[in-house]
């Protein structure tokens, strides 16, 4: 019988797919596991353009509505903590 996972494990794991989709939509040869010990500001080496990161905050808000059962306000809540904590900085952010 398979184990199930925590919550805590879910949020790890997720945390890890969304990651790595962000540097896969934003077209960046790296994921998590590039990144995961490092202590500098790795989020400022890479850019993503204003379209990407939106199309990488819809990927997250339907993952936290099916993975957690999130309403829509809680999921893009969630996604714009995880967008401040780890997101890539925007090359081309509209004025």
Do not use: C
């Not at 184990?3 to 077209?27: C, H, P, Q």
């Amino acid at each position: 019988m398979k184990k199930r996972l925590s919550r805590e494990e879910k949020s790890k794991m997720f945390v890890v797919d969304v990651i790595n989709k962000m540097f896969e939509i934003a077209g960046h040869d790296v994921t998590y596991d590039d990144i995961k010990d490092r202590k500098d500001n790795w989020f400022q080496e890479w850019t993503m353009t204003y379209e990407q990161g939106d199309q990488w905050k819809k990927f997250g808000i339907l993952e936290l509505k099916k993975r957690f059962k999130f309403n829509q306000h809680l999921a893009e809540r969630e996604i714009g903590m995880i967008n401040l904590m780890w997101g890539l900085k925007y090359s081309n952010w509209p004025k």
